[in-house]
């Protein structure tokens, strides 16, 4: 019934280092408040010694006379490893009050003020303004509490991979904080599919000064010095290459994803464009931002092997590179590659990467930091289309999205008022053999967790119906695509999607567009042929592409904003299939010559 409150005097309250003995009063204020409202004994030991090794060694030395050691004003990063390393030599309690005590006390408040204000902590924003052992603390627990939305900083700013000065935990804690600051600015492509020329889709917004520009500003977001572009439409006529451009973004974030596995005998899954492009290379070039730093990623590749490489960012607005490559400086590596001081032992990865490999994605299964986040922002951020989740994502992205789903549902002209979900065990429906002692189990001693949604409808809302064999297929192919969506929009992520439309009713693509448009900073990437939506009172003229087949064959885009003599008020869906854009099938519409 014991407590030692120790102390170095490195950072009390306010004041900073002012030594073990000026901490004397503080720690011995500590002890009275164990006592007063906990009724537990607390001695005041404050160490005359800032050496962390040192303080292990002595409270380790000390602690068979208490019941729990009561860490208190040691200054970061060192609190943390002293706190982290007396955890794991003591079988006592071991508590460091800047860190646990003062982040119970915020989750408790934040939850209280959630309460009164009506909020989900889902869709809060949450900055923590210092990043010490207290502010480190609060965010792992509201992290672990469920606030996705964290943005953490120090004196410098939003802290990011290029703050100068973190520490260890504040370089642990830039992976899991200031997250929705990922976002696309271009994306340029040449020699893909029907691509031939260079093309380039532009996701920061047009300086546009019209009156319909600011009535339509919640469809941008500023990021940084940027302000961008939520969603963007592309129309085309059938086989102008609308799909071409989303195929050829798949393929090259694909190749980041899986190359590192590539073997010799590997062909790369694209084809170059056919009439003039065989033989020559092919180019992928994209401009984002990742913690706030602006990153340029590109490479050049044919279809058995890449050429070029390089990753270039703007650490303090000055570009920067990290890596280039270029084979055709080859065989040596040392030619090949250059590098600056960003990757950790470069050489070592680049003696492990083939022409098969791209570098960045052999670099990230190596464990280099930088390429890792290259390749996270990708994995995690660039959603390349609509996916699956395993079921107790399923049930918790429902559970958290209710209405909304409810809401696309009446959209659809669903009767379904009411949506539950559980989990079930199921039982298997034949013998097992358990490996481990060659006996038979019983297919009571094995079961599986299986979800179970029920709906109810208006009709008889007391009836209730098995989702998954009873509802439409269209209605569970809604479900699943509205999975995705709610899980992009929430988390300020990136989707790409070819023929929105495709078994949707045009009113519930506009809710999904809406829903996009009203996030806070998230991106949607769309082909359509729907002209329902080529709406200039809905959608910014910077915001709507055109592809466009040339004589030769191949694809080029271009944006509504290029045509600056089409005004803002103009009718644009009459406009585009009066032809005045290009980019519509020409159709002889005299049939009796078909007839005939």
């Known amino acids: 019934n014991t407590i030692a409150v120790v102390s170095d005097g490195s950072a009390v309250l306010g004041l900073g280092n002012i030594g073990a003995k000026a901490a004397m009063p503080v720690m011995e204020g500590k002890a009275v408040l164990f006592k007063e409202f906990g009724g537990v004994n607390a001695v005041p030991i404050c160490l005359d010694t800032q050496?962390?090794?040192?303080?292990?060694?002595?409270?380790?030395?000390?602690?068979?006379?208490?019941?729990?050691?009561?860490?208190?004003?040691?200054?970061?990063?060192?609190?943390?490893?002293?706190?982290?390393?007396?955890?794991?030599?003591?079988?006592?309690?071991?508590?460091?009050?800047?860190?646990?005590?003062?982040?119970?006390?915020?989750?408790?408040?934040?939850?209280?003020?959630?309460?009164?204000?009506?909020?989900?902590?889902?869709?809060?924003?949450?900055?923590?303004?210092?990043?010490?052992?207290?502010?480190?603390?609060?965010?792992?627990?509201?992290?672990?509490?469920?606030?996705?939305?964290?943005?953490?900083?120090?004196?410098?700013?939003?802290?990011?991979?290029?703050?100068?000065?973190?520490?260890?935990?504040?370089?642990?804690?830039?992976?899991?904080?200031?997250?929705?600051?990922?976002?696309?600015?271009?994306?340029?492509?040449?020699?893909?599919?029907?691509?031939?020329?260079?093309?380039?889709?532009?996701?920061?917004?047009?300086?546009?000064?019209?009156?319909?520009?600011?009535?339509?500003?919640?469809?941008?977001?500023?990021?940084?010095?940027?302000?961008?572009?939520?969603?963007?439409?592309?129309?085309?006529?059938?086989?102008?290459?609308?799909?071409?451009?989303?195929?050829?973004?798949?393929?090259?974030?694909?190749?980041?994803?899986?190359?590192?596995?590539?073997?010799?005998?590997?062909?790369?899954?694209?084809?170059?464009?056919?009439?003039?492009?065989?033989?020559?290379?092919?180019?992928?070039?994209?401009?984002?931002?990742?913690?706030?730093?602006?990153?340029?990623?590109?490479?050049?590749?044919?279809?058995?092997?890449?050429?070029?490489?390089?990753?270039?960012?703007?650490?303090?607005?000055r570009r920067s590179l990290v890596f280039s490559r270029d084979e055709t400086k080859g065989p040596d590596k040392k030619n090949i590659y250059e590098f600056r001081s960003v990757i950790r032992r470069p050489m070592d990865v680049a003696a492990n990467t083939s022409k098969k490999t791209l570098f960045v994605s052999r670099a990230s299964q190596m464990d280099r930091d930088t390429a890792k986040d290259v390749f996270r922002y990708f994995n995690e951020r660039f959603i390349l289309n609509y996916f699956g989740y395993n079921s107790f994502s399923v049930e918790r992205l429902l559970n958290e999205n209710k209405e909304q789903f409810l809401n696309v549902l009446r959209i659809a002209d669903s009767d379904i008022v009411k949506i539950d979900s559980r989990h079930e065990n199921k039982v298997f429906s034949t013998a097992v053999i358990d490996p481990a002692d060659n006996q038979i189990l019983s297919v009571e001693d094995i079961q599986k967790p299986q979800l179970v949604i029920t709906t109810y409808h208006r009709n008889n809302p007391d009836v209730p119906f098995n989702f998954f064999a009873e509802e439409s297929d269209g209605t569970q192919r809604l479900f699943n695509m509205m999975l995705t969506i709610l899980d992009i929009v929430k988390n300020n992520k990136i989707l790409l999607i070819d023929e929105i439309e495709t078994q949707l009713h045009i009113k519930l693509v506009e809710y999904i567009i809406g829903l996009f448009n009203k996030s806070e900073s998230a991106q949607l990437i769309y082909t359509t042929h729907n002209t329902y939506l080529l709406n200039t009172n809905k959608l910014r003229k910077d915001q709507i592409y055109f592809v466009n087949k040339r004589d030769d064959g191949s694809s080029d885009l271009y944006s509504l904003f290029d045509y600056k003599d089409f005004r803002d008020g103009l009718d644009a869906e009459k406009a585009y299939l009066q032809g005045r854009f290009d980019a519509i099938p020409y159709i002889d519409e005299q049939t009796d010559n078909f007839i005939k």
């Open 51 to 317: 050496d962390t090794e040192e303080i292990i060694r002595t409270v380790v030395n000390i602690a068979p006379a208490f019941g729990g050691i009561n860490l208190e004003d040691i200054s970061a990063p060192r609190c943390f490893e002293i706190e982290e390393r007396l955890k794991e030599l003591l079988d006592i309690p071991v508590f460091h009050d800047d860190q646990h005590g003062t982040a119970i006390v915020v989750l408790a408040g934040i939850i209280n003020a959630l309460k009164v204000t009506g909020k989900e902590k889902e869709n809060c924003r949450v900055v923590v303004n210092g990043a010490g052992s207290a502010g480190v603390a609060i965010t792992k627990l509201l992290l672990t509490y469920g606030f996705p939305n964290i943005t953490m900083c120090d004196i410098n700013g939003i802290i990011g991979k290029d703050s100068p000065n973190l520490n260890w935990m504040q370089e642990k804690m830039v992976e899991v904080t200031n997250l929705e600051n990922k976002m696309v600015l271009e994306i340029r492509l040449s020699n893909f599919f029907s691509i031939k020329d260079e093309v380039v889709l532009d996701m920061q917004a047009a300086s546009i000064q019209t009156k319909k520009a600011k009535e339509l500003e919640e469809n941008t977001f500023v990021c940084g010095d940027e302000r961008l572009l939520k969603t963007v439409a592309i129309y085309g006529a059938n086989a102008s290459g609308k799909s071409s451009l989303i195929k050829a973004i798949r393929a090259c974030v694909g190749m980041i994803f899986s190359s590192h596995n590539y073997n010799e005998n590997t062909i790369f899954a694209f084809t170059p464009f056919k009439f003039g492009g065989i033989g020559k290379p092919s180019t992928f070039f994209i401009r984002f931002l990742l913690e706030g730093i602006e990153y340029e990623y590109s490479f050049e590749l044919n279809k058995v092997e890449i050429l070029k490489e390089a990753l270039y960012y703007y650490p303090n607005g």
